[in-house]
């Protein structure tokens, strides 16, 4: 779904923070050598945008998995700046949805969150920009499957997203509330581990 861009080029496998080291480590290299997909089936998003969208005409999406970041997003689909003829208003959902995968500059709190959860605390070794699958691609997939295990958003962003979602309240302020419009959208959660909205300083 989304990489990180280092300089100019897409983060390779042997980047620490990097996705595809991190699906390689936890998924594919766990799989007898016999039964684990040749090299040249596994694909990664790089800074050849055209390429990847473009690869989206050559399989079938049964289901993208994700999870949910501080901003509430999914891959890196942030909340869009309000700028230009949106600077009062947050861009309507159906031009965010007209976005495709690019590659984009990353909100502090992304990089706070990923510092937070996979850095040790070291924000400047996050990357500033990502690559990233768009609203389009994600709409191709026939099953967004999202998990919530209470790690990289908050108790509160937690229901938030998912209330939106059931109650069909489409904003872009929450790019996961998009969700609500694709066909087949699934829901899990860690339950232990999502925390409560209760207010206490500790």
């Excluded at 990357?127 to 209470?150: D, F, L, M, N, Y």
Aim: proline letters at 8%.
């Amino acid at each position: 779904m989304d990489e990180w861009m280092v300089g100019d080029k897409a983060a390779g496998l042997d980047f620490p923070l990097g996705f595809g080291k991190a699906v390689m480590k936890l998924c594919f290299n766990r799989i007898r050598p016999k039964l684990r997909p040749p090299k040249e089936n596994l694909h990664f998003p790089t800074e050849n945008v055209a390429e990847y969208i473009k690869s989206w005409e050559t399989a079938r999406c049964v289901v993208m998995r994700g999870g949910q970041g501080e901003t509430k997003h999914w891959a890196f689909n942030e909340p869009p700046q309000r700028k230009g003829e949106y600077i009062g208003a947050p861009t309507p959902p159906e031009v965010y949805r007209q976005i495709e995968t690019r590659i984009v500059e990353l909100h502090p709190m992304t990089l706070m969150q990923n510092a937070r959860t996979s850095g040790g605390g070291v924000v400047q070794n996050v990357p500033h920009r990502a690559v990233t699958v768009g609203p389009v691609e994600t709409w191709k997939a026939e099953t967004v499957s999202i998990w919530q295990t209470g790690h990289h958003d908050n108790p509160f962003g937690i229901r938030l997203s998912s209330l939106m979602i059931s109650k069909r309240i489409v904003d872009t302020s929450v790019p996961m509330s998009l969700l609500a419009d694709h066909p087949d959208v699934r829901f899990n959660y860690l339950l232990p581990c999502m925390g409560a909205c209760t207010v206490e300083m500790h």
